[in-house]
Structures are given as structure tokens and as C-alpha cells.
């Protein structure tokens, strides 16, 4: 068996021990004589493995009283649609931020549901043909101090723009306005100040898991503002109130989740997986920086550490460069079709060896091709 390094930007790597151990309890966990797979959703084994598995979050997030935590379905971008659904009963009014492709998807599927507008756009600001380089700077915000929340993506996938400030909603104008955060590719890659949020959510397939689950944390006061066209599945009041169990959850999905909150707290939490993660994306940033044969457009106070894209100064070379990686086990690294590129994805289960390794192929591919 080979294992490649898996620059994927989801579903993405997972943690090898994760594997391992999920292939050792395939079809018997903990003397159950059953797989997961098998186990009914409301079983006392199951019970404890979700148990295990919200109080793992908890400890690594700090997630702190007066908010649930819910194991939901939808994907992220099922997500984009629920939060309204959930939000806008009350004041069918929301802001957004956009600030790459996941933030405009997002606005524009909440606009099916409510009054919604942005309080900021960097596609409008960007200086480099019409690309997100960067977060619009906060005091450039216009928010509605009667919206229901403001929205904004936490870190752009596809773009390559991270935030590391939370805005201030006081400073902003609206300091009753909950703040609702987009979490799916770096949840879990920092340590981050739940308290500072209404609601924030993720998909899993990116830092946590396999595809199929969404982690939702939400303020207990915000789960009576739900539009009454909710389905009673995504209703995150119901939802609360079963413990995530009112529908089936991805039972499978939230086991491996569980496994992944394991192997990050044997690594040492968040906090550790920070370092390690500013050390790889350092890495590669310096890569691309030192060299005038790769092009990134990503102002350097706003770039991801999670998903690093990077452009051929000469386009041409493209299909040579995908096919020289390949050669390296190095996959995944052809960038969202909606941007072209490359696209490196580093998140907590990539190892500083599969940094390394790319970071030499890039130097050699400049070599024989530069």
C-alpha cells in the first residue's frame, strides 16, 4: 500500500491513525459485534459515541455554557440555506460579507428567504481582475442595526482569504446584531473565541471528517427566531431539544468525527495544531514568494493557512506541473475550476512532510521548466 499526500481541498486528508483505528473496528466495535455502520442511531453504543463526541468538541472549541452544539446534515452549503430558515423569523433582515466564492454562494441563497444585503465586498475592491485578495477592512462595513445577523466566511476555500480579527459589532454599529460565522475550512485549526458568536458552523469534511456531516454551535437565544416554512429536520430548536437525534444523524460521519477529536487532543489541542499549521503554510508561502515562476494574489495579512492558491506565471505548463505531482504522489493540487490554478490544501491531518515535499517540487519543477 502507498499513501500519497493528499492536497485535496475536501473531502479531504485524514489523520492515518484515524484510519487505522476506524479499519481495526470496522466490524466489531468495542465487543459490540457490530460496525458503526450497523448500530441503531438511538442505541445505548451510539448514544456514547455522539456523547463522547459533542464533549470532545466542547473541550477543544471552549465552547462555553448557554450554547448547544448540534451534529446535523446539509453539507456547508446546505448550511447557507438553514441558518436563514432558522434566523430570519423574527426580522427577515440579514448582512453579509463577501469575500470570496463561498460568502457570494452564501448571500445569494439567503436572498431567497429575506431582506438581505451586503455590508461589505472585496470583489469590489480587489485590485487584481476582479479576484478576492483580501478582508475589506471592518471600519468600511455598513451594517443594519436592526438585521437579524450578520454572516461572514470564516476562511474562503476556493480564494484563499482568511480572517484572523473578529469584528468588533459594537465598533460596527450594532452591538445587538449576532455575528454568524462560516467555520467549514478551519474549524478546528486555531483556537477560536465561540463567545464572540451567535452561531457558527462547518462542514466536516474538511478538518474533521468524512463528508456528510455538518457541526453547528448556536446560541441558546437564537433558537427561537426560526421562519415557519423550517423543516422540522433543520429546525435547530428541535434539534436541540432531541440531542441531535430528531432525524437519523450521519451516525458514521459523527464516529470518525469523534476519532479525529481524539487525535487532536493527543496532539496536544488547537493551540498545537496552530503552530503546526502556521509552520506548513510559512513554509509554502515562502516557497511561492521567493520565486517569480508562481503568482499568488492573496494580500499576505489575509492569506489562508488552510487553502493556498497559486497560479503558473505560465499557464501553459499547467497540465506538465499536475502530471510531474502525480509522478510525487502529490495530488489534488488543480485549483476550483471557478478560479483555474493550483490549489494546495494544508489542513491539520497534512503533515509538514507533505509541505516539504511539495515545497521541493516546486523548486524542481522551476528548475527544468523556468
Known amino acids: 500500500m502507498t499513501r500519497v499526500f493528499n492536497f485535496s481541498a475536501g473531502p479531504a486528508v485524514l489523520p492515518e491513525e484515524v484510519l487505522k483505528q476506524a479499519a481495526e473496528e470496522m466490524l466489531d466495535w468495542h465487543g459490540s459485534g457490530m460496525s458503526v455502520m450497523e448500530m441503531s442511531h438511538r442505541g445505548k453504543e451510539f448514544t456514547s459515541i455522539i456523547e463522547q463526541a459533542e464533549a470532545d468538541l466542547r473541550e477543544l472549541m471552549s465552547v462555553p455554557d448557554g450554547y448547544h452544539v448540534l451534529f446535523m446534515q446539509g453539507g456547508g452549503l446546505g448550511e447557507n440555506a438553514i441558518v436563514p430558515l432558522n434566523l430570519l423569523g423574527k426580522n427577515n433582515k440579514a448582512d453579509f460579507v463577501v469575500t470570496g466564492s463561498w460568502s457570494e454562494k452564501s448571500i445569494k441563497e439567503a436572498q431567497r428567504y429575506g431582506d438581505i444585503k451586503a455590508a461589505a465586498n472585496a470583489r469590489d475592491a480587489s485590485a487584481a481582475q476582479g479576484k478576492f485578495t483580501k478582508v475589506p477592512a471592518f471600519a468600511d462595513w455598513q451594517v443594519r442595526s436592526d438585521a437579524a445577523y450578520l454572516h461572514y466566511c470564516g476562511n474562503e476555500t476556493i480564494d484563499g482569504v482568511e480572517f484572523f480579527d473578529v469584528p468588533d459589532m459594537a465598533a460596527l454599529g450594532a452591538p445587538d446584531v449576532p455575528l454568524v460565522v462560516d467555520m467549514s475550512s478551519h474549524i478546528l485549526s486555531r483556537p477560536m473565541d465561540i463567545s464572540k458568536y451567535g452561531l457558527a458552523f462547518g462542514g466536516a469534511q474538511k478538518n474533521i471528517g468524512p463528508a456528510g456531516l455538518t457541526v453547528v454551535i448556536v446560541r441558546d437565544d437564537l433558537l427561537e427566531q426560526a421562519q415557519a416554512v423550517c423543516p422540522s429536520a433543520f429546525s435547530y430548536k428541535l434539534v436541540a431539544e432531541n440531542k441531535s437525534m430528531y432525524n437519523t444523524p450521519p451516525t458514521y460521519s459523527i464516529y470518525i468525527a469523534n476519532l479525529v477529536f481524539q487525535w487532536l487532543k493527543r496532539q496536544g489541542g488547537v493551540a498545537a495544531m496552530e503552530k503546526q499549521n502556521v509552520a506548513k503554510s510559512e513554509l509554502l508561502y515562502s516557497t511561492l514568494d521567493a520565486s517569480e515562476f508562481y503568482v499568488t494574489h492573496v494580500e499576505k495579512a489575509h492569506r489562508s493557512r488552510m487553502n493556498v492558491p497559486f497560479f503558473l506565471r505560465d499557464e501553459s505548463l499547467n497540465d506538465a506541473f499536475l502530471a510531474g505531482a ?45
Open 326 to 370: 502525480k509522478e510525487r504522489g502529490l495530488l489534488q493540487l488543480k485549483g476550483h475550476k471557478s478560479v483555474g490554478g493550483m490549489r494546495a490544501s494544508l489542513y491539520n491531518a497534512m503533515s509538514l512532510a507533505g509541505v516539504q515535499a511539495l515545497s521541493g517540487y516546486l523548486k524542481d519543477f522551476e528548475k527544468s521548466h523556468g
